[in-house]
């Protein structure tokens, strides 16, 4: 029997394979790290006075505690700057390269390894961070794991691991102008449930898939943590390998060759079997906008916030209670007439320059609407260099919006980047849990177009909703690079940046 994408990379990763249910153990390609994971490991270590086995194959980033503004000042929160500080040392002692604050390879730790061409087809992927799902776009099998795995990894680069169930994701036809890879994902999390992809591997596959992007894939494959599941991957094609070609760490010369006929090896066999199938059909999609306090309440942009005494499970109607409670909303309410108080552009689901080109594409020559806050935050050092070299930052701020340095940012409340008790957030992220912005703050998940268009209307928006003129705005989407299907060439240098 054939097999699948994500069983051939396992199978290529086996060190030693696990009897009666007992789990395999996996050799590890990358070990990405951050601040916020890492420490206990590094401790451990330090304990057992062991090394880091792979240095090489470990590379550390700073991104949740770091501030998004004044980065060359001392970090003002004592937190934050003990668990930077700490990274900065164990990285020191143990020799991890590391990519600090200020330092052109900086950023989220899912938006650094795919740009430095660390992330590749076949690989495996692990991070103490749950959306190292992200990784799967290139048909790499990515892992978020705690804290006692990453001192796991960092002292023996193996990893024990549990066998896994495999679900085909198969999105059909084509997306309207104005519809995006995170409509399609938040589409499949409220088909799906939050729980529904528990203990499978998903992989995202059909037309609507091939005709991503690989900043589109990343975007998808990263929420596939919030549908429970434990990793989601995207089968290698030529799209992946004109993103990663000539990227710092991408293969060269004969050896790239060699390494295109391995990726091409590992698409799914005609005859492979998926432990479950769902399918979705690109055509009929439409923006899509969180109402509640999970990833999987969510809703077309042009319904309304659902009635609660209208769902028949129980459990799901008293969540929607709850939520509709804590987000302040009331049953019934189109969801178009909700306003915000902010607009958060950024997060490793949606910083990436592409994200940033559909976002400006939208705000172009406008002004945001009266009050409400817009923060737009690069997913990398990098990526803010291109984007300013592009001139992407003068049409945000001269939009009215801020335009910071890279990190997490507002993605979650673990930085000064935060919203007030109370506020509402139309957000780019991944997660709209109560709280996770700030305390008591509110977040509806939206695509940057969605952001884009809510930034300048003040109220949840998509681009069909500006100026009436529903066919201009939407070609105005259409034409932004979201749907160019050609990667372009990321330059590796400051010169080449700024050139
Ligand atoms: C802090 C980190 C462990 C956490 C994660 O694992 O995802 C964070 O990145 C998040 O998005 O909630
Ligand atoms: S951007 Fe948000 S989701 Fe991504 S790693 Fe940072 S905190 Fe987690």
Same mark, same amino acid.
């Given at each position: ?128 961070? &749950? ?55 938040? @589409? ?42 434990? @990793? ?19 293969? &060269? ?48 942009? &042009?319904? =309304? ?63 945001? /609407? ?76 939206? =695509? ?12 949840? &928006? ?11 705005? /939407? ?25």
């Amino acid at each position: 029997m054939g097999r699948t994408l994500a069983e051939k990379v396992w199978d290529d990763h086996v060190v030693t394979k696990g009897e009666d249910g007992t789990p395999d153990l996996l050799y590890i390609d990358l070990h990405l790290v951050h601040e916020v994971t890492s420490p206990q490991a590094f401790d451990g270590l330090r304990v057992a006075g062991r090394p880091v086995r792979r240095p090489d194959l470990t590379i550390a980033t700073e991104d949740h505690n770091t501030p998004t503004l004044n980065i060359d000042r001392q970090i003002e929160d004592l937190t934050s700057r003990t668990q930077i500080q700490t990274l900065r040392n164990n990285c020191a002692e143990f020799g991890v390269r590391l990519h600090p604050l200020g330092d052109i390879e900086q950023g989220i730790v899912h938006v650094v390894g795919p740009q430095l061409g660390l992330t590749m087809p076949g690989i495996t992927v692990v991070c103490g961070d &749950s959306h190292t799902s992200t990784h799967g776009a290139f048909g790499a099998m990515a892992f978020g794991i705690g804290t006692s795995e990453v001192e796991h990894v960092l002292a023996t680069q193996t990893l024990p691991l549990k066998p896994f169930k495999t679900m085909a994701i198969t999105v059909e036809g084509e997306l309207r102008p104005g519809v995006t890879a995170k409509d399609i994902i938040l @589409a499949v999390i409220a088909k799906i449930g939050t729980g529904g992809g528990q203990g499978y591997v998903l992989e995202y596959r059909g037309s609507a898939i091939r005709a991503l992007s690989m900043e589109g894939r990343m975007t998808i494959c990263n929420m596939s943590i919030e549908a429970g599941a434990r @990793a989601g991957m995207v089968a290698p094609d030529q799209i992946t390998y004109d993103y990663l070609e000539g990227r710092p760490h991408a293969p &060269s010369g004969e050896d790239w060759d060699a390494a295109v006929e391995y990726w091409n090896t590992l698409a799914t066999d005609d005859d492979a079997v998926f432990d479950a199938e769902v399918f979705l059909d690109a055509n009929e999609l439409e923006p899509f906008v969180t109402w509640g306090t999970n990833p999987g309440q969510g809703v077309s942009l &042009s319904d =309304s916030v659902p009635v609660p005494s209208e769902i028949d499970d129980p459990n799901e109607r008293a969540a929607a209670e709850r939520a509709l409670e804590y987000m302040d909303l009331e049953a019934g309410t189109p969801m178009k007439q909700i306003a915000v108080d902010a607009v958060f552009m950024g997060s490793c689901t949606n910083s990436r320059i592409e994200d940033l080109r559909a976002f400006a594409s939208v705000i172009e020559g406008k002004t945001k /609407a009266d009050g409400v806050r817009v923060m737009v935050v690069p997913g990398s050092a990098r990526v803010r260099l291109q984007a300013e070299a592009e001139g992407l930052d003068k049409i945000i701020t001269d939009f009215g919006a801020e335009w910071r340095f890279a990190g997490c940012s507002m993605c979650l409340g673990m930085n000064p980047d935060q919203l007030a008790p109370g506020e509402r957030c139309a957000s780019t992220s991944n997660r709209n849990f109560e709280g996770r912005q700030g305390k008591g703050g509110r977040t509806h998940l939206v =695509s940057p177009l969605v952001a884009a268009a809510t930034a300048i209307r003040g109220t949840l &928006s998509s681009p069909w909703d500006l100026e009436g003129d529903n066919e201009a705005s /939407a070609q105005q989407a259409a034409d932004t690079p979201i749907y160019d299907a050609v990667a372009r060439q990321f330059p590796t240098t400051v010169s080449e940046v700024s050139a």
